[in-house]
Protein backbone atom coordinates (compact mmCIF):
# COMPACT_ATOMS: atom_id res chain seq x y z
CA UNK A 1 0.00 0.00 0.00
CA UNK A 2 1.42 3.53 -0.70
CA UNK A 3 1.55 5.94 2.53
CA UNK A 4 -0.36 8.40 3.36
CA UNK A 5 2.69 10.29 4.85
CA UNK A 6 3.97 13.15 2.83
CA UNK A 7 7.26 14.71 4.15
CA UNK A 8 7.42 18.34 4.39
CA UNK A 9 10.51 19.31 3.33
CA UNK A 10 11.00 22.66 5.15
CA UNK A 11 14.29 24.14 3.98
CA UNK A 12 15.68 26.48 1.73
CA UNK A 13 18.18 24.46 1.41
CA UNK A 14 17.92 22.10 -2.15
CA UNK A 15 20.83 19.54 -1.57
CA UNK A 16 19.07 19.41 1.76
CA UNK A 17 15.79 18.54 1.05
CA UNK A 18 16.91 16.04 -1.54
CA UNK A 19 19.21 14.45 1.01
CA UNK A 20 16.15 13.71 3.17
CA UNK A 21 13.72 12.79 0.11
CA UNK A 22 16.49 9.63 -0.78
CA UNK A 23 16.71 9.03 3.18
CA UNK A 24 13.10 8.51 3.63
CA UNK A 25 11.31 7.65 0.43
CA UNK A 26 10.82 4.02 1.04
CA UNK A 27 8.77 5.01 4.08
CA UNK A 28 6.75 8.14 2.17
CA UNK A 29 3.96 8.24 -0.65
CA UNK A 30 5.56 11.76 -1.40
CA UNK A 31 7.06 15.42 -0.64
CA UNK A 32 6.20 18.24 -0.14
CA UNK A 33 7.37 21.34 -0.95
CA UNK A 34 6.14 24.50 0.65
CA UNK A 35 6.66 28.16 0.73
CA UNK A 36 10.31 28.26 2.49
CA UNK A 37 11.74 25.72 -0.44
CA UNK A 38 10.28 27.48 -3.24
CA UNK A 39 10.91 30.82 -2.65
CA UNK A 40 14.68 30.02 -2.51
CA UNK A 41 14.81 27.30 -5.18
CA UNK A 42 11.53 28.21 -7.57
CA UNK A 43 10.62 26.62 -10.24
CA UNK A 44 13.85 24.98 -11.14
CA UNK A 45 13.92 23.38 -7.73
CA UNK A 46 10.76 21.75 -8.01
CA UNK A 47 11.78 20.16 -11.24
CA UNK A 48 15.02 19.12 -9.68
CA UNK A 49 13.13 17.20 -6.92
CA UNK A 50 10.44 15.91 -9.10
CA UNK A 51 13.44 13.73 -10.37
CA UNK A 52 13.73 11.74 -7.47
CA UNK A 53 10.18 10.39 -8.84
CA UNK A 54 8.44 10.66 -6.09
CA UNK A 55 4.31 12.54 -5.95
CA UNK A 56 5.05 16.09 -5.20
CA UNK A 57 2.68 18.35 -3.10
CA UNK A 58 3.03 22.18 -3.66
CA UNK A 59 2.37 24.20 -1.22
CA UNK A 60 2.43 27.84 -1.99
CA UNK A 61 -1.28 28.60 -0.25
CA UNK A 62 -2.22 31.02 -2.95
CA UNK A 63 -4.51 33.38 -1.22
CA UNK A 64 -5.08 36.63 -3.79
CA UNK A 65 -7.83 37.65 -5.79
CA UNK A 66 -9.46 35.47 -8.44
CA UNK A 67 -7.53 36.66 -11.47
CA UNK A 68 -3.95 36.72 -10.17
CA UNK A 69 -4.68 33.37 -8.15
CA UNK A 70 -6.12 31.79 -11.07
CA UNK A 71 -2.74 33.42 -13.77
CA UNK A 72 -0.39 32.00 -10.73
CA UNK A 73 -1.58 28.29 -11.22
CA UNK A 74 -1.58 28.76 -14.79
CA UNK A 75 2.11 29.36 -14.94
CA UNK A 76 2.39 26.76 -13.05
CA UNK A 77 0.62 24.12 -14.70
CA UNK A 78 4.03 22.31 -16.63
CA UNK A 79 5.18 21.44 -12.64
CA UNK A 80 2.03 19.16 -12.96
CA UNK A 81 2.24 18.73 -9.14
CA UNK A 82 -0.19 15.95 -7.54
CA UNK A 83 -1.29 18.43 -5.20
CA UNK A 84 -1.62 22.13 -4.83
CA UNK A 85 -3.10 23.76 -2.21
CA UNK A 86 -4.64 27.76 -2.04
CA UNK A 87 -6.58 29.35 0.87
CA UNK A 88 -10.42 28.71 1.19
CA UNK A 89 -10.56 31.97 2.91
CA UNK A 90 -9.82 33.63 -0.62
CA UNK A 91 -13.57 32.56 -1.59
CA UNK A 92 -15.58 31.05 -3.98
CA UNK A 93 -14.57 32.66 -7.18
CA UNK A 94 -10.56 32.45 -6.51
CA UNK A 95 -11.56 28.97 -5.82
CA UNK A 96 -13.64 28.24 -8.89
CA UNK A 97 -10.73 29.83 -11.08
CA UNK A 98 -8.22 28.46 -9.39
CA UNK A 99 -9.44 24.88 -9.84
CA UNK A 100 -10.47 25.54 -13.79
CA UNK A 101 -6.51 26.69 -14.69
CA UNK A 102 -4.88 23.41 -12.81
CA UNK A 103 -3.86 20.44 -15.07
CA UNK A 104 -6.66 17.91 -14.81
CA UNK A 105 -4.34 15.58 -12.77
CA UNK A 106 -3.79 17.66 -9.89
CA UNK A 107 -5.38 18.02 -6.49
CA UNK A 108 -6.21 21.67 -6.05
CA UNK A 109 -7.02 21.70 -2.07
CA UNK A 110 -8.45 24.72 0.32
CA UNK A 111 -6.43 25.35 3.37
CA UNK A 112 -9.63 25.90 6.03
CA UNK A 113 -8.05 27.17 9.14
CA UNK A 114 -4.06 26.71 9.82
CA UNK A 115 -3.42 23.85 12.53
CA UNK A 116 -1.58 26.62 13.88
CA UNK A 117 -4.40 28.96 14.72
CA UNK A 118 -7.02 28.04 18.10
CA UNK A 119 -10.08 29.60 18.60
CA UNK A 120 -8.41 32.54 20.72
CA UNK A 121 -6.39 33.00 17.36
CA UNK A 122 -9.38 33.63 15.26
CA UNK A 123 -11.26 35.95 17.43
CA UNK A 124 -8.13 37.99 17.38
CA UNK A 125 -8.55 38.33 13.38
CA UNK A 126 -12.23 38.85 13.83
CA UNK A 127 -13.62 35.33 13.25
CA UNK A 128 -16.29 34.48 15.46
CA UNK A 129 -16.75 31.17 14.97
CA UNK A 130 -14.71 28.39 16.64
CA UNK A 131 -12.07 26.84 14.52
CA UNK A 132 -14.35 23.90 13.96
CA UNK A 133 -17.44 25.80 12.74
CA UNK A 134 -15.37 27.27 10.72
CA UNK A 135 -13.76 24.63 8.85
CA UNK A 136 -17.13 23.12 8.37
CA UNK A 137 -18.31 26.58 6.66
CA UNK A 138 -14.65 26.60 4.30
CA UNK A 139 -14.84 22.95 3.53
CA UNK A 140 -18.25 23.44 2.44
CA UNK A 141 -18.06 26.26 0.52
CA UNK A 142 -14.66 24.58 -1.17
CA UNK A 143 -16.95 21.66 -2.45
CA UNK A 144 -19.25 23.70 -3.81
CA UNK A 145 -16.60 25.45 -5.64
CA UNK A 146 -15.45 22.17 -7.41
CA UNK A 147 -12.00 21.86 -5.57
CA UNK A 148 -10.80 18.37 -4.71
CA UNK A 149 -10.56 18.60 -1.13
CA UNK A 150 -9.04 20.51 1.95
CA UNK A 151 -6.53 21.03 4.39
CA UNK A 152 -7.71 21.15 7.94
CA UNK A 153 -6.37 19.44 11.16
CA UNK A 154 -7.25 16.08 12.56
CA UNK A 155 -9.44 17.98 15.19
CA UNK A 156 -12.11 18.44 12.65
CA UNK A 157 -11.13 16.21 9.68
CA UNK A 158 -14.26 13.83 10.98
CA UNK A 159 -17.03 16.61 10.63
CA UNK A 160 -15.50 17.71 7.41
CA UNK A 161 -15.47 14.01 5.61
CA UNK A 162 -19.23 13.82 7.03
CA UNK A 163 -19.73 16.94 4.85
CA UNK A 164 -18.16 15.56 1.74
CA UNK A 165 -17.73 11.70 1.45
CA UNK A 166 -15.53 11.97 -1.20
CA UNK A 167 -13.80 14.92 -0.78
CA UNK A 168 -9.91 14.44 -0.16
CA UNK A 169 -8.65 15.71 2.96
CA UNK A 170 -5.03 16.78 3.91
CA UNK A 171 -4.04 16.17 7.60
CA UNK A 172 -1.08 18.18 8.62
CA UNK A 173 -0.25 19.45 12.39
CA UNK A 174 0.29 15.89 12.85
CA UNK A 175 2.60 14.49 15.59
CA UNK A 176 3.45 10.95 17.00
CA UNK A 177 2.33 10.26 20.52
CA UNK A 178 4.31 12.93 23.01
CA UNK A 179 5.81 14.47 20.15
CA UNK A 180 7.17 18.45 20.06
CA UNK A 181 4.15 20.11 19.60
CA UNK A 182 6.20 23.11 18.17
CA UNK A 183 4.00 26.34 16.72
CA UNK A 184 1.14 23.48 16.04
CA UNK A 185 -1.82 24.55 17.83
CA UNK A 186 -4.95 21.49 16.93
CA UNK A 187 -2.30 18.38 17.45
CA UNK A 188 -3.10 15.08 16.69
CA UNK A 189 -1.17 11.72 16.05
CA UNK A 190 -0.77 9.86 12.82
CA UNK A 191 -2.82 6.83 13.51
CA UNK A 192 -5.84 9.00 14.59
CA UNK A 193 -5.94 11.52 11.83
CA UNK A 194 -6.38 8.55 9.35
CA UNK A 195 -8.90 6.95 12.15
CA UNK A 196 -11.43 10.22 11.75
CA UNK A 197 -11.21 10.03 8.01
CA UNK A 198 -8.10 11.62 6.64
CA UNK A 199 -6.94 10.88 2.63
CA UNK A 200 -3.03 11.91 3.51
CA UNK A 201 -0.95 13.26 6.43
CA UNK A 202 1.36 15.57 6.02
CA UNK A 203 4.87 15.46 8.59
CA UNK A 204 7.55 17.70 8.40
CA UNK A 205 9.85 18.25 11.76
CA UNK A 206 9.30 15.13 13.30
CA UNK A 207 10.61 13.51 10.61
CA UNK A 208 13.19 16.10 9.02
CA UNK A 209 14.41 16.98 12.38
CA UNK A 210 15.13 13.47 13.83
CA UNK A 211 18.90 12.39 14.04
CA UNK A 212 18.02 9.47 11.52
CA UNK A 213 15.22 10.56 9.62
CA UNK A 214 14.32 7.54 8.02
CA UNK A 215 14.03 5.74 11.15
CA UNK A 216 11.52 8.07 12.22
CA UNK A 217 9.47 7.66 8.79
CA UNK A 218 9.60 4.37 9.44
CA UNK A 219 8.57 4.33 13.40
CA UNK A 220 5.38 6.50 12.13
CA UNK A 221 4.56 3.95 9.15
CA UNK A 222 4.83 1.30 12.09
CA UNK A 223 1.61 2.91 14.01
CA UNK A 224 -0.58 3.45 10.59
O1 LIG B 1 -0.96 23.25 3.95
C1 LIG B 1 -0.22 22.70 4.76
O2 LIG B 1 0.49 21.75 4.44
C2 LIG B 1 -0.29 23.15 6.16
C3 LIG B 1 -1.51 23.66 6.57
C4 LIG B 1 -1.73 23.90 7.94
O3 LIG B 1 -2.82 24.30 8.36
N1 LIG B 1 -0.72 23.65 8.81
C5 LIG B 1 0.50 23.18 8.42
O4 LIG B 1 1.37 22.95 9.29
N2 LIG B 1 0.75 22.99 7.08
C6 LIG B 1 2.10 22.58 6.63
O5 LIG B 1 2.40 21.30 7.17
C7 LIG B 1 3.76 21.24 7.56
C8 LIG B 1 3.82 20.88 9.02
O6 LIG B 1 5.16 20.74 9.42
P1 LIG B 1 5.56 20.17 10.83
O7 LIG B 1 4.84 20.99 11.87
O8 LIG B 1 7.05 20.34 10.86
O9 LIG B 1 5.12 18.72 10.85
C9 LIG B 1 4.40 22.58 7.22
O10 LIG B 1 5.08 22.42 6.00
C10 LIG B 1 3.23 23.52 7.07
O11 LIG B 1 3.46 24.48 6.06
Known sequence: MTSPVYVALDTPDLERAKAIATKVRHHVGG??????????????????????????FLDLKLHDIPNTVAKAVQALRDLEPAVLTIHAA???????????????????????????L????????GVESDSHAQVERLTKLAREAGLDGVVCSGAEVKAAKRLWPDGFFVVPGVRPANGEAGDQKRVVTPRQALNDGASMLVIGRPITAAAD???AARAIEATL
Request: proline share 5%; no cysteine.
Open 118 to 125: DDDDLRSI
Open 90 to 116: GGRAMMEDAKAAAPAGTKVVGVTVLTS
Open 31 to 56: IKLGLEFFTANGRSGVKEMAQLGLPI
Open 213 to 215: PDE
